[in-house]
């Protein structure tokens, strides 16, 4: 808290001009007074580093090297993951990992390397330790992928948390990815990153950051190799990145460096090597596998604020059926909430909502619920009365109850790094349940003030749980929202009577993919906006995030009718799809005139046609830890030029999107990875690696399919079917496909494709226990005309 702070409450009360802009400076006052009595205050600190080596112990997997003034703890688990850390940090307990830690691979032993150092050795990674205590992570070749110089700490001389610095070198052409949701990426440019979830307070752009999720999670690509690193602290810190350059001619080359500055916490590291696909499938080990939604969570969804009743919502389905646009869901915002108090809905507009729910369904549409952290003070409220009588309640140090401003005015926030809290608020969501609704949503949750979005609500020193083991919202920040959103999943996975749960959430952490997606949260409509989108959707992806998407047209002010259309068919290609109407997020599709209309329906039939393909990515995604949206260079990391393509991506295996990103483009220049690729639109074949130029009319942007591709769409009768296209003659293809499981647990196996050239003929099989067989499904053979062949 500082004077910016209430110099921005202050403001909003002027913009506000009501008692809930009073509120705000109230609750600013408050967390201030807070903190300066609740926070230890500035005072001398020691430097320290780790010194020499002075003893090892050899453990399991690896075991511990004590310096002079510190101890490292390092091993390899047996998924390849490599731990380590200082001053006897621990990789449990930890709100990233997924159930217990791995075990320690008993194949990896710690041993004597050159200089006095040691190093452990493993099948898939080699871990070197400097006598002075650097850290270096090499391929199993030995070229070196990362060398974190000796960490420093800054001790308060009274007691207390410890500030530390870790700095670290890359190779010179490398490339940063990651560090949750960015704006500015997916390739992180030079500059400096704050880890602290934050609510932007406006619509945001490229040049925003922090934003609503936040994340200590690099991903690193090297001619050498990929690797991730994450440091699991959930405290306040800044990643300073800086790009490396090679020399030319006899010139040096500058290694690419990394340093990370945390408020405090402990200092552990895990690092993954491989390829990008396996190291995505480690760190899904680690941190959990994505929660699979349900199929219709894959479709179309619209978002209201719910002010207008039943009404509305029967006028945007009407809308939405008169014109021919599918729509999947209808989400409704905190205006269906009875004084916006969460989980109580407002009888008034929403007389019969379980009815209202059931003619929905019977249409195959489903109604979303949003959820804030904030709970009304209102005595006598179900809600309310529960949560004090059971001390769910964040306390500040004092021991009194800390109250912010949220949707229902003056509120208190639920403490989910309780299990016992989290345990009472996931069983709220089954009044939700009742009355009909199949998803949730969840909104400022940072958590941030609905009265002055961007305000914290929260004070630093507010007192949490942290299951057991007791701390301030220093800690506690960063994995609020990840805990408020397990404590959800688990709730509606026990209520919905065999149902998938669908839950999203605006903020999170680490291992927020094992509950669900995100959303950007309150892009800018402009054409940065769109950039935004698709970089956040890219990045979080290469966090393990793989369900996510924008709200078509940002937020704030209307968008153009062109980049209106241009969102849309750049929306229809990315996992999480919604369309978000009001007063500040724009019109609703057909109110902007015929051509506008047209293209809209364009881009959401094809997404429904695409709907079975979405389902085997979110299954693959699901078994794989493998995100749906993938940069150009996924499967090609050595290519330099696709590192640095940010304006097209791979959805899956089979498609390579291009969006039109820029105003007034007709025609647009798409790079293309090595192999043959067909226009989808035109059936015309490309050979790669090249940069082509290729058409983009309003009505469409550029598609790509792979030579050999096989992929799942919806034919024409609404049934399954197979489009296949044809490889480059002498070669082969195939495709994985997984059926669509509907709404429960099942798991279906996996289908496996084979593509052949039979003489002029394409063949098309199904690999079995058996051998390969028939298909089960029609089969379409697209691209025969430009490959020489027939079916």
């Known amino acids: 808290m500082n004077g910016r702070d209430l110099v921005r409450s202050v403001k909003w009360v002027s913009s506000v001009g009501s008692a809930q802009g009073l509120r705000t400076v109230r609750a600013a006052w408050r967390r201030r007074r807070a903190d300066a009595t609740g926070l230890p205050p500035r005072g001398p600190v020691r430097a320290r580093v780790p010194g020499a080596v002075r003893e090892v112990e050899p453990g399991p997997g690896g075991g511990v090297v004590r310096f002079g003034r510190s101890e490292l703890r390092i091993f390899v688990a047996v998924n390849g993951a490599v731990f380590w850390g200082w001053d006897g940090a621990a990789p449990e307990p930890s709100y990233a990992l997924a159930g217990r830690c791995p075990d320690a691979d008993p194949r990896a032993a710690l041993e004597p390397d050159k ?237 019969k909502l379980p009815v209202l729910a059931d003619e929905l369904r019977r249409d195959g549409i489903r109604l979303v619920s949003a959820v804030g952290p904030a709970v009304g003070v209102a005595p006598g409220t179900a809600v309310y009365d529960e949560g004090t009588a059971r001390d769910a309640f964040v306390r500040d140090a004092s021991g009194e109850v800390v109250r912010g401003v949220g949707w229902p005015g003056d509120a208190v926030f639920p403490d989910f790094t309780h299990a016992r809290v989290r345990a009472w608020w996931g069983e709220l969501y089954r009044e939700g349940l009742a009355q009909g609704f199949a998803g949730f949503w969840h909104d400022l949750s940072e958590p941030t003030s609905f009265a002055a979005f961007g305000e914290p609500t929260l004070p630093r020193s507010a007192r949490h749980a942290l299951d057991g083991r007791s701390g301030d919202h220093r800690e506690a920040h960063n994995v609020y929202a990840l805990c408020m959103a397990g404590a959800a999943y688990e709730g509606v996975r026990d209520g919905a009577s065999g149902e998938r749960p669908f839950v999203f959430s605006r903020s999170g952490w680490a291992g927020m993919q094992r509950y669900g997606g995100t959303w950007s949260g309150g892009v800018t409509p402009g054409w940065p906006g769109l950039r935004a989108s698709l ?188 489009e296949v296209w044809a490889p480059a003659r002498g070669r082969t293809g195939g495709g994985l496909v997984v059926p669509d499981p509907g709404e429960g647990w099942e798991e279906p196996e996996i289908e496996r494709y084979t593509v052949r050239w039979a003489g002029p003929r394409i063949v098309v099989e199904r690999e079995g226990a058996d051998g390969a067989g028939e298909p089960p499904w029609p089969v379409r053979v697209r691209g025969l005309a430009r490959a020489g062949g027939q079916m």
């Open 535 to 722: 970089a956040l959707t890219l990045g979080l992806g290469l966090c393990g995030v793989p369900l996510s998407g924008p709200d078509i047209g940002g937020f704030g002010e209307e968008a153009s009718p062109e980049l209106y259309v241009r969102w849309w068919q750049l929306a229809a290609h990315l996992p999480l799809f919604r369309t978000h109407a009001g007063p500040r997020a724009g019109r609703r599709p057909w109110e902007w005139g015929a051509e506008v209309l047209r293209h809209v329906r364009g881009a959401l039939l094809e997404r429904r046609r695409l709907s079975p393909y979405f389902v085997t990515l979110a299954q693959l995604a699901r078994r794989t830890g493998a995100p749906c949206v993938r940069p150009l260079w996924w499967s090609a990391p050595e290519e330099r030029a696709l590192r640095d393509c940010e304006d097209a991506f791979l959805l899956g295996d089979c498609l390579l999107v291009a969006p039109v990103l820029d105003p007034g483009t007709g025609r647009r220049a798409v790079r293309l990875p090595r192999g043959r690729w067909y226009d989808t639109a035109t059936g015309r074949a490309y050979e790669g690696p090249a940069q082509v130029l290729v058409e983009a009319p309003l009505g469409r942007i550029p598609v790509f399919a792979r030579a050999g591709a096989v992929l799942p769409v919806r034919g024409e009768d609404g049934g399954p079917e197979l």
């Open 115 to 351: 200089d006095g150092g040691w190093r452990v050795v493993a099948e898939r990674v080699t871990v070197g330790v400097s006598r002075h205590g650097a850290v270096e992570v090499l391929t199993p070749g030995g070229v070196t992928l990362r060398r974190e110089s000796p960490p420093r700490w800054w001790e308060p001389v009274g007691g207390g948390p410890a500030r530390w610095t870790q700095r670290s070198e890359v190779p010179a052409d490398a490339r940063f990815f990651g560090l949750g949701g960015r704006a500015a990426g997916p390739r992180l440019r030079d500059g400096t990153y704050r880890l602290w979830n934050t609510d932007p307070g406006r619509a945001f752009g490229p040049g925003d950051d922090p934003l609503y999720i936040t994340m200590p999670v690099q991903l690193v690509v090297a001619d050498a190799g990929t690797h991730l690193v994450f440091h699991d602290n959930a405290w306040d810190g800044t990643v300073t990145l800086r790009e490396g350059e090679e020399g030319a001619g006899s010139g040096h080359d500058r290694a690419g460096t990394s340093e990370l500055r945390m408020e405090g916490g402990p200092l552990r590291c895990w690092a993954m090597v491989g390829t990008p696909a396996r190291v995505l499938l480690a760190w899904a080990s680690l941190t959990g596998a994505p929660a699979l939604p349900p199929s219709w969570a894959l479709g179309h969804h619209h978002a209201a604020g719910g002010a207008g009743g039943e009404e509305e919502v029967r006028r945007i389905v009407a809308g939405h059926q008169e014109h021919g646009l599918p729509l999947d869901a209808v989400h409704l915002g905190a205006g269906h909430f009875d004084a916006g108090r969460v989980f109580t809905v407002d009888q008034g507009r929403f007389p």
